[in-house]
């Protein structure tokens, strides 16, 4: 029986084939495309191809430069649907000391794509960071990110401040759902014990000896990077701050490697931590020294387990390659 996903990635390789057969010439009926992540890619003599999912595409780059580089190929085709994606993925391939060419699909044909501008800087509205003050008082940490301002305990988020019709109003919670349900119960609680409650709830629970809870499995990489910014000379600097991801983050599950920028008796440098298997992490982390800092030296940091040879493959061919370093998480085992 033919499943939904079986359909969709059908679809998929005939579609790759058919926009591969328009760039490279008519193809021989053995080459076939195979699923690569939600998309599918292609080999033609030394040339691959690579059709990105909708859906994420901004973050596709590095499964498609894991399996060219895998399969040794001398130039990489990446196709995306959306004009804005394929313009995140140009910069990013820029980035790369390989042969790597982004294109557009419009139809049945493809355009080159033209490497996309980083968001602008926002700067926090001091009203906002006025608002998020009493979780700062009790021990929170605060970041802002693409404007937002965010307040965490061990890099998971106990706090947002939001637009409301007064001004900057702080909700208090772990995500939204969370912040939601803290405002329902402000009927019968007070704001004060509300807070309380979520911040005894998380401090609890994001320490080693603790036993496994969603609470100390969700935002590791934030963890982590909670962890370097209070021991920073772990990486070999003597300073850290958080800094935002070159893309707004969509949600708290999503693991979307967590930065800081800073100094070591060398210079400056830019430090991303990941927990898990990213094969995105190079590309990620490479556009986020690109957007805080080009020339700064940049550390990739992950726990020991998740430290695998692709990780320093495609950190050795960035134009500017990184280093990595094996930092255990302190979540519980």
Do not use: C, Q
């Not at 890619?41 to 580089?69: H, K, M, S, Y």
């Not at 139809?107 to 033209?114: E, I, S, V």
């Not at 401090?203 to 910014?229: C, K, M, V």
């Not at 008796?265 to 991303?272: C, E, K, N, Q």
């Amino acid at each position: 029986m033919t499943t939904e996903g079986d359909l969709g990635a059908r679809l998929r390789a005939a579609k790759l084939r058919a926009l591969a057969a328009d760039l490279l010439g008519d193809l021989p009926a053995e080459v076939d495309a195979v699923p690569l992540g939600d998309g599918a890619a292609l080999r033609f003599g030394d040339t691959g191809v690579v059709l990105v999912a909708d859906r994420g595409g901004e973050r596709a780059l590095g499964p498609a430069l894991a399996w060219a580089v895998r399969a040794e190929l001398d130039t990489v085709l990446v196709l995306a649907d959306d004009a804005e994606v394929a313009g995140v993925l140009a910069r990013r391939a820029g980035l790369f000391d390989l042969d790597v060419r982004v294109r557009t699909v419009e139809g049945r044909t493809t355009t080159p794509a033209t490497a996309a501008a980083h968001l602008p800087m926002v700067v926090a509205d001091p009203a906002a960071l006025a608002a998020v003050e009493p979780l700062r008082a009790a021990g929170a940490t605060v970041v802002v990110e693409h404007g937002v301002v965010l307040a965490e305990i061990d890099g998971l988020e106990v706090g947002r401040v939001v637009a409301g019709p007064e001004g900057p109003t702080l909700e208090v919670g772990v995500g939204r759902y969370d912040r939601e349900a803290a405002a329902v119960m402000e009927a019968v609680r007070s704001h004060a014990e509300l807070t309380a409650g979520v911040l005894a709830a998380v401090r609890a629970n994001r320490r080693t000896e603790a036993s496994p809870h969603l609470l100390n499995r969700i935002g590791r990489a934030r963890w982590l990077r909670a962890d370097l910014l209070a021991a920073p000379a772990v990486v070999g600097a003597t300073e850290l701050r958080a800094v935002e991801p070159p893309l707004p983050r969509d949600n708290l599950l999503d693991p979307v490697p967590a930065a800081a920028a800073g100094s070591s008796a060398d210079g400056p440098l830019v430090v991303v931590a990941s927990v898990g298997v990213d094969l995105d992490l190079v590309p990620t982390a490479a556009d986020t020294r690109d957007r805080h800092h080009p020339t700064a030296e940049l550390v990739l940091v992950l726990p020991p387990r998740d430290l695998y040879p692709v990780v320093d493959a495609l950190a050795a061919r960035l134009r500017r390659p990184a280093r990595s370093v094996a930092v255990p998480g302190s979540w519980p085992s």
